[in-house]
């Protein structure tokens, strides 16, 4: 009797016995980088959870349990692929006759809260960041929130836009899914940079000026990243968990720059010149709540020191 003809009658098929037949018909004519997305998926989330269940034990209410679970460690963007996989690994059992109902179908929805971009990090918690990260992520942190960067500006930098002896770096471009196109704005600005993030673009420099001018580099491809939506969910977000540290957009990097910078007393319309604002006024609709007191006054040569 062939595999399929023994799974018609199998009552306890496990999850973890069925997936091997399932991907056979899934994985056809797909990319092997994809195949390998999938098999790190179902080993990574899937089979530790149902992979020893039978099928017909996995119900809505038990895959409700797992992804709540999941949800708490990874998020929803995590859980929206992980469980279309397991949809595809279902529909396949209905075929064999294994189950007749889908039970992913009958499960809702997780969403992660709305989250508002315009909420800030505090300076205890970049240090954290900046600190409990390694290389290109920690650097990549520091240029955000020492720069004032719109995400797609960060990923676009290349060394050649740095005039290293009068630390300045030209702002004139930004990706956004895989796209290089202008600012924002459209227009190109020259901001400066601070003397500690300075310092660690010049050892990058050093190291890597003959391979590649992008300075943030894809270690898969070895060119820019063509999309921070990436950087957030495989890096980012991970980071923030393992460090206890509620997610509030990468976004909120650029945000966390402005506020910084105010309450510490740097001149507001630097600052505006420096994030890339057409005028004050959009810098003050966003951030006069933020404008210094005495209370907050630092040295501005320590504002932006992590």
Not at 24 to 30: D, G, L
Not at 45 to 52: E, I, K, R, S, V
Request: proline share 2%; charged share 30%.
């Amino acid at each position: 009797m062939s595999y399929k003809e023994n799974a018609l009658y199998s009552q306890d098929i496990t999850l973890g016995e069925f997936v091997p037949v399932a991907l056979k018909q899934i994985n056809r004519a797909v990319k092997k980088v994809t195949l390998k997305d999938r098999e790190q998926k179902i080993n990574a989330y899937l089979l530790p959870y149902f992979g020893d269940m039978p099928i017909k034990r996995i119900t809505a209410l038990r895959i409700e349990d797992w992804q709540y679970n999941l949800f708490m460690l990874r998020g929803s963007d995590l859980i929206r692929r992980v469980k279309q996989l397991l949809r595809r690994v279902l529909d396949r059992a209905i075929v064999y006759g294994i189950i007749e109902h889908n039970p992913v179908v009958a499960t809702d929805r997780i969403r992660d809260k709305k989250i508002n971009n315009r909420e800030v990090y505090t300076k205890e918690e970049v240090k954290l960041m900046i600190g409990g990260s390694d290389g290109w992520l920690s650097l990549f942190i520091q240029s955000m929130v020492s720069l004032g960067l719109r995400s797609g500006e960060a990923i676009a930098l290349k060394f050649s836009d740095i005039d290293f002896n009068r630390r300045t770096i030209k702002i004139e471009r930004s990706i956004r899914k895989g796209v290089i196109g202008d600012t924002k704005t459209g227009e190109t600005r020259i901001i400066d940079i601070p003397l500690e993030l300075h310092s660690k673009f010049l050892k990058l420099y050093e190291k890597q000026k003959n391979k590649s001018d992008w300075i943030f580099t894809h270690s898969r491809t070895g060119g820019h990243y063509k999309d921070c939506s990436y950087i957030t969910r495989r890096h980012f977000k991970p980071l923030l968990g393992r460090l206890n540290i509620e997610y509030k957009t990468l976004y909120s990097l650029r945000h966390t720059y402005a506020t910084l910078s105010l309450q510490g007393g740097q001149n507001i319309n630097y600052v505006s010149k420096q994030l890339g604002h057409k005028d004050i006024k959009t810098t003050l609709d966003y951030y006069v709540k933020y404008l210094y007191d005495e209370k907050n006054m630092i040295k501005a040569d320590e504002i932006l020191k992590f």
